[in-house]
Each structure stands twice: as structure tokens, then as C-alpha cells.
């Protein structure tokens, strides 16, 4: 049998194809009954897998199943980019938790840190937006990287 007559994972065409075992799956529910429950991110270090495998283990088993082997029991903010929110998985079935909402105080509060923190840049830009050359030492580097 050539190439051209075996299909996806090497079998000839219109074989079935076994079913793989589920081994991250199986090594994430252990280190969740293990360790408690963790993030995605948290799960790969401790089983030495990439972040990826891992999202990509608890989706399937998610959509596949529902929440028969994993549910969000909690929700952690990450603090790194946007202050997403992080779902945190547990082993065993059960509800999710609902993701938490920021209320518009807290939203308001957010912008306003924003605002302070990059107050120069903002005034820099929207004076170059109303065509005021802006001043300082950094003018002429502005004016070269926006023609």
C-alpha cells in the first residue's frame, strides 16, 4: 500500500480510526484532584505540557462533555494584559460559576487610571491629531513617525 491509498493517520482509506486515548486529559484531572483547583497556565507548568495542549485538552473535554470532568469554579484577574479574567477549573461535575462583570464604577475607575498614567501621551497625540506640532524634546521624533 503507497501514500496515495492511506488516509489520515496512516490507515487505509475507509478504515475506522481507533480512538486515542485521552492522556492530557487524564494527567490534568489527576493533578486537579492533586493540587486543587488551578488555571490553565498553572495546570501546564505543573504537568510540564504546553499552555496550549492544555487549553486545547480542556476545551474538547468541554465540548464534548459539558461539565462531566471539568468545571469553572472560579475566575482569577490577570493582571498582565487588559485585566482579562482567567478561568479556574476544578475536577468533577457541577455548575460554572458565572464569569463576574465589572460594574460601570469600576469600569470608570479603570479609564481614570489609564488617563492619569498616560496622560502626556494622550495630550501629545491629540495635539498632533489638531495639527499643533508638540513640543518638547521628543517633537521631532513625533513628526517623523506620523507623516
Same mark, same amino acid.
Given at each position: 500500500?503507497?501514500? #496515495?491509498?492511506?488516509?489520515?493517520?496512516?490507515q487505509a482509506r475507509g478504515a475506522q480510526l481507533m480512538p486515542m486515548p485521552a492522556y492530557t486529559r487524564t494527567a490534568i484531572v489527576q493533578a486537579l484532584r492533586q493540587h486543587g483547583p488551578?488555571? #490553565?497556565?498553572?495546570?501546564?507548568?505543573?504537568?510540564?505540557?504546553? &499552555?496550549?495542549?492544555?487549553?486545547?485538552?480542556?476545551?474538547?473535554?468541554?465540548?464534548? $462533555?459539558?461539565? &462531566?470532568?471539568?468545571?469553572?469554579?472560579? %475566575?482569577?484577574?490577570?493582571?498582565?494584559?487588559?485585566?482579562? %479574567?482567567?478561568?479556574?477549573?476544578?475536577?468533577?461535575?457541577?455548575?460554572?460559576? #458565572?464569569?463576574?462583570?465589572?460594574?460601570?464604577?469600576?469600569?470608570?475607575?479603570?479609564?481614570?487610571? $489609564?488617563?492619569?498614567?498616560?496622560?502626556?501621551?494622550?495630550?501629545?497625540?491629540?495635539?498632533?491629531?489638531?495639527?499643533?506640532?508638540?513640543?518638547?524634546? %521628543?517633537?521631532?521624533?513625533?513628526?517623523?513617525?506620523?507623516?
Open positions: 500500500m503507497d501514500a #496515495a491509498e492511506l488516509g489520515q493517520g496512516g488551578q488555571s #490553565a497556565e498553572n495546570l501546564a507548568e505543573v504537568l510540564g505540557l504546553r &499552555k496550549s495542549a492544555v487549553k486545547g485538552a480542556l476545551s474538547e473535554a468541554r465540548g464534548k $462533555y459539558g461539565t &462531566k470532568f471539568f468545571r469553572i469554579a472560579g %475566575w482569577r484577574r490577570y493582571t498582565g494584559r487588559g485585566s482579562n %479574567w482567567v478561568p479556574i477549573y476544578a475536577c468533577g461535575p457541577g455548575e460554572d460559576v #458565572a464569569r463576574p462583570v465589572l460594574t460601570a464604577a469600576q469600569r470608570n475607575e479603570r479609564h481614570a487610571r $489609564y488617563r492619569a498614567r498616560m496622560r502626556d501621551v494622550i495630550r501629545i497625540r491629540n495635539r498632533v491629531r489638531r495639527g499643533v506640532q508638540p513640543g518638547g524634546m %521628543w517633537a521631532q521624533l513625533l513628526a517623523r513617525s506620523n507623516p
